[in-house]
C-alpha cells in the first residue's frame, strides 16, 4: 500500500484518443487519479459523470480528474461518447499501473475469487506526493467527497 506524504509512483498512459499521458508532466497541478473496475458499468457510471459534473469546481482549484481502468482505449472513447464524460480516462490494458498503486487485488463476488481493480482514489498535490489515499471506495457521493477533500488542500 501506497503511504500518504510518498511521492506517486509515475507512469505514462493512453487516453480514449490514443494520446500518451506522464503523470510527471502535471506537476503545479493537483491530480485526482481513481481507479475504477469497466467501462460502462453501474457504479463506473455513476462515477464518471459525478466526477465529470464536478470538473469545473475541480479546474477552480487547479485540479485535473484522470479515471483509469484496464479497459482499452476504443472501450473508454465509446464510454466517453456514450454519456458525455468531460474526464480524461486513461488504458491500463496490462494492468501495470494498477500494481503500482495496490489497486490490482483479490476479490470475491458470490463466493468465487478473482483477480481485479479495487475502486481507489488517490489525490496527487502539485510537487507529485499523496495527499490522499483511499481504497474500496464506494461510487455514489465520491467526487463529491473528494472535491471537498481538495478544497481544504489548496
Given at each position: 500500500m501506497l503511504q500518504l506524504g510518498s511521492a506517486a509512483p509515475d507512469f505514462s498512459l493512453p487516453d480514449a484518443d490514443m494520446e500518451m499521458l506522464k503523470l510527471?508532466?502535471?506537476?503545479?497541478?493537483?491530480?485526482?487519479?481513481?481507479?475504477?473496475?469497466?467501462?460502462?458499468?453501474?457504479?463506473?457510471?455513476?462515477?464518471?459523470?459525478?466526477?465529470?459534473?464536478?470538473?469545473?469546481?475541480?479546474?477552480?482549484h487547479n485540479t485535473l480528474i484522470l479515471g483509469v481502468s484496464r479497459d482499452d482505449c476504443i472501450s473508454h472513447a465509446d464510454f466517453r461518447d456514450k454519456h458525455g464524460l468531460t474526464v480524461n480516462l486513461l488504458a491500463d490494458v496490462e494492468g501495470k499501473v494498477c500494481e503500482k498503486y495496490g489497486v490490482w487485488q483479490e476479490k470475491e463476488k458470490g463466493g468465487i475469487k478473482k483477480?481485479?481493480?479495487?475502486?481507489?482514489?488517490?489525490?496527487?498535490?502539485a510537487e507529485g506526493a499523496l495527499?490522499?489515499?483511499?481504497?474500496?471506495?464506494?461510487?455514489?457521493?465520491?467526487?463529491?467527497e473528494i472535491l471537498n477533500l481538495v478544497k481544504t488542500l489548496s
Open positions: 510527471s508532466k502535471l506537476r503545479g497541478k493537483t491530480v485526482v487519479l481513481y481507479f475504477y473496475p469497466k467501462d460502462d458499468t453501474p457504479g463506473c457510471t455513476v462515477e464518471a459523470i459525478e466526477f465529470s459534473d464536478l470538473e469545473d469546481e475541480f479546474v477552480k483477480m481485479g481493480i479495487v475502486r481507489s482514489t488517490f489525490v496527487i498535490d495527499r490522499h489515499v483511499q481504497y474500496g471506495v464506494v461510487a455514489k457521493g465520491h467526487a463529491m
